[in-house]
């Protein structure tokens, strides 16, 4: 158990700690992305969404932590040939993703730190409420870093790699209503929107504090597709990732 | 079968998107020896498939092989134990200090953080790198990175080493301090390292294996390897000298003003008497790593295509 808390630490260190000590300048891209948009829909509702704005905020950061996995697993795989050093050596890929996850989470803590300050602020969450919400915040992180993780294995370039990585982003932290409710866009589109699991976490984390109404339906049909995707995420990293290659 | 540290038993390996062609076809291989194996061949010989497949990085397509009696499939986490790798083209990350590289190194071997700290400067002060440990990794010049990537491995308790070319690229002082580091490191541990150059594998190596398109062409000591060929003495005669008669040798190849022989001792010696006679300038020495290395491969290559 020592030695798996070691390998963690290492990959803590070498994907977080040393770079933000060594480069601290990268601490303000992972502040700005969550924050820019919160700030926008904010300036456009006039206020009216600032609490759905931080809500998204947080789900976004999450969900870019999990899929910054991706890019710089990719990274470290191709560039430095890292994965291949520590195939061979007695470190598992569980302690190797685990501490490169926390990894991601380390460098979006003033982001989360900004958010919970505005959260505690402006949304007055209680214990209940928290405790969903950070549920659901989970259940993204957890989804998007086996999506990573699997995802780095089986890419060879690192250009491919982070374009694929700000796609994915996209498509399910952006272009899904995250930062405002679902029903400020047209009908068609909500369809489309709900295929993204970002969506349904919205959903939770908005009706949890009481932003929006769902019905017992909903909220036990969202939280179904937020565990039902993160679990299946999980079981394809754990089934397809490459740890030694085929 | 045969025994040894390192063994092969028709051990291939096809890649996916390789349309059949295959990366190791049919290895069989017994290494022995302690100190240092090379493993030399050209570009896409296969080296670095065999190096990964050993070092449990890629699952071979057929046939079996293992490291010290145990199986890179079967038994890889017990070898993952007892080896370390530095992979072809591995670098260093920018962002990271030669301390920091190390060190998380060693915290990934499960070593406590306190004995990885001692560890990495003890290492990195064996390959001279003790003032330079607290740089930014992006300061360092590509010699000094490829010593940092080479005091990971020694800092680490593993007794067998992975090493996939790691002096390419490096200017010629470099690549000498390298090779003091790398002779340090084989004192105590088995080191198998691919190399494009021969001379390196010459000087550094114990044993030598020579791949050419998948296929192991050669494996033995530099006199193993030698008694393989015909011929056992090169001269090597410059070209304005009239060749005396080479009458059971062969004169194999001309190279920047210099025209070869490979012969037998007794016509070598009959060669340089006459060339001494005449004052002209030549060189003779026993066939060199590069005089088997052509022979083996140019030999493979006239097979493949008969």
């Known amino acids: 158990m020592r030695a798996w808390g070691r390998e963690v630490l290492a990959s803590v260190l070498v994907n977080s700690i040393y770079e933000m000590k060594n480069y601290p300048v990268v601490l303000l891209n992972t502040v700005l992305a969550p924050l820019s948009f919160l700030i926008v829909i904010t300036f456009v509702s006039k206020g009216q969404l600032i609490g759905e704005a931080i809500e998204g905020g947080f789900i976004m950061s999450m969900f870019q932590s999990g899929m910054s996995l991706q890019g710089d697993l990719s990274h470290l795989k191709n560039d430095f040939k890292l994965q291949d050093m520590v195939v061979s050596s007695p470190t598992t890929p569980g302690a190797y993703v685990t501490g490169m996850a926390l990894a991601e989470i380390i460098y979006s803590i003033p982001a989360l730190a900004v958010l919970t300050v505005l959260a505690a602020i402006y949304i007055h969450p209680g214990a209940l409420e928290s405790l969903e919400l950070l549920g659901v915040f989970l259940l993204m992180f957890l989804g998007s870093v086996a999506m990573g993780f699997t995802l780095s294995t089986f890419s060879s370039d690192i250009v491919q790699s982070f374009a694929f990585s700000r796609l994915i982003s996209t498509l399910f932290s952006t272009l899904p209503p995250v930062y405002y409710p679902i029903t400020y866009i047209p009908l068609p589109f909500r369809y489309a929107a709900y295929l993204s699991p970002t969506t349904y976490a919205a959903e939770i984390a908005q009706n949890a504090t009481g932003l929006i109404q769902l019905s017992a339906t909903d909220i036990i049909f969202g939280w179904t597709i937020l565990v039902a995707v993160s679990l299946f995420l999980f079981l394809i990293a754990v089934k397809k990732a490459r740890w030694r290659d085929p | ?306």
């Open chain 2, 1 to 306: 079968m045969a025994t040894g540290m390192l063994l092969c038993d028709s051990l291939t390996k096809v890649y996916g998107d390789s349309k059949g062609k295959k990366a190791l076809d049919s290895v069989s291989l017994g290494v022995t020896s302690h100190g240092i194996f090379s493993l030399i061949g050209m570009n896409g010989a296969g080296k670095t498939t065999l190096v990964r497949i050993l070092a449990t990085q890629l699952t071979p397509t057929d046939g079996r092989a293992s490291v010290d009696g145990l199986d890179v499939i079967a038994d890889a986490r017990k070898i993952r134990e007892r080896i370390a790798c530095i992979p072809q083209e591995a670098r260093t990350i920018p962002w990271m200090t030669p301390k920091q590289t190390v060190l998380s190194y060693l915290l990934w071997r499960g070593v406590s953080y306190g004995e990885a700290s001692r560890k990495a400067s003890e290492a990195l002060a064996k390959v001279g790198l003790e003032k330079q440990e607290n740089l930014l990794n992006r300061r360092l010049s590509g010699g000094t990175k490829r010593k940092v990537l080479v005091a990971t491995v020694l800092s680490s308790d593993a007794d067998i080493i992975f090493l996939d070319e790691p002096t390419t690229g490096l200017d010629p002082i470099s690549r000498q301090e390298l090779w003091t580091s790398l002779t340090g490191l084989a004192e105590h541990r088995f080191l198998i390292l691919t190399t494009h150059y021969l001379e390196e594998a010459e000087r550094l190596a114990n044993v030598v294996g020579i791949l050419h398109l998948g296929k192991l062409v050669g494996l033995g000591t530099l006199d193993q390897l030698r008694s393989t060929l015909k011929y056992q003495y090169s001269l090597m005669i410059t070209s304005e000298t009239d060749l005396p008669a080479v009458r059971e040798g062969l004169v194999t190849r001309s190279r920047a003003g210099q025209t070869q022989v490979l012969t037998n001792e007794s016509e070598a010696h009959e060669i340089s008497l006459s060339l001494l006679e005449k004052g002209a300038k030549f060189a003779m020495s026993r066939v060199s790593l590069e005089d088997i290395f052509f022979h083996l491969v140019h030999g493979s290559s006239q097979e493949d295509s008969e």
